[in-house]
T-cell receptor, first 114, second 114 residues
Framework: GQQLNQSPQSMFIQEGEDVSMNCTSS?????WLWYKQDPGEGPVLLIA?????ELTSNGRLTAQFGITRKDSFLNISASIPSDVGIYFC??????????????FGKGTHLIIQP | DTGVSQNPRHKITKRGQNVTFRCDPI?????LYWYRQTLGQGPEFLTY????????KSRLLSDRFSAERPKGSFSTLEIQRTEQGDSAMYLC????????????FGSGTRLTVV
């Protein structure tokens, strides 16, 4: 199946630091989404990107949809303790037509050190 | 609470038993998706309904897996003759008209097969 390569796998940072993570694929995606998942819960949507080159912010979060439609990044500025969790990128394939559902990366585990 | 509701939250079953999970989507959402998430991985798309029609089921993991949405509202996912490898989190998501209109996940059902 299609794969999204998400990196880094985990990040150990200190409170107040900025965070950057990204996803790449060999396939073209129509849509990129970034989710955060807390233990025992479902993913919660952070940012959705619908156009190549689009740069979107949501508070301290900023994400971009790559020009080639094959990559995206998520930045978190001035991290705080509640940012701890697993961040997933997800995309819908260009050929999907909606019925393919979303393809997810393996996640970036963000850990904030006191 | 008008989010996506999944029941039960946890299910422990013996190998070989059948299990059924329920998902109640956001009431005005016509699209409903099932995903499976194993430990350390992102969610994996299984199947998709638009109203009561199951438009994609080729991703169901085996013929032991089946899903229904008889009246276009709630949905059930059944696993027959469970195996230990079926242990995972089963997530449901719903949307109104696809990714542009609020693709929301439930909290999931955690299945443990012993």
């Amino acid at each position: 199946g299609q794969q999204l390569n998400q990196s880094p796998q985990s990040m150990f940072i200190q409170e107040g630091e900025d965070v950057s993570m990204n996803c790449t694929s060999s396939s073209i995606f129509n849509t990129w989404l970034w989710y955060k998942q807390d233990p025992g819960e479902g993913p919660v949507l952070l940012i959705a990107l619908y156009k190549a080159g689009e740069l979107t912010s949501n508070g301290r979060l900023t994400a971009q949809f790559g020009i080639t439609r094959k990559d995206s990044f998520l930045n978190i500025s001035a991290s705080i303790p509640s940012d701890v969790g697993i961040y997933f990128c997800a995309g819908q394939l260009r050929s999907g037509g909606g019925a393919d559902g979303l393809t997810f990366g393996k996640g970036t585990h963000l850990i904030i050190q006191p | 609470d008008t989010g996506v509701s999944q029941n039960p939250r946890h299910k422990i079953t013996k190998r070989g038993q059948n299990v059924t999970f329920r998902c109640d989507p956001i009431s005005e959402h016509n699209r409903l998706y099932w995903y499976r998430q194993t430990l350390g991985q992102g969610p994996e798309f299984l199947t998709y309904f638009q109203n009561e029609a199951q438009l994609e089921k080729s991703r169901l993991l085996s013929d032991r897996f089946s899903a229904e949405r008889p009246k276009g509202s709630f949905s059930t996912l059944e696993i027959q003759r469970t195996e230990q490898g079926d242990s995972a989190m089963y997530l449901c998501a719903s949307s109104l008209g696809g990714l542009l209109y609020g693709y929301t996940f439930g909290s999931g059902t955690r299945l443990t097969v012993v």
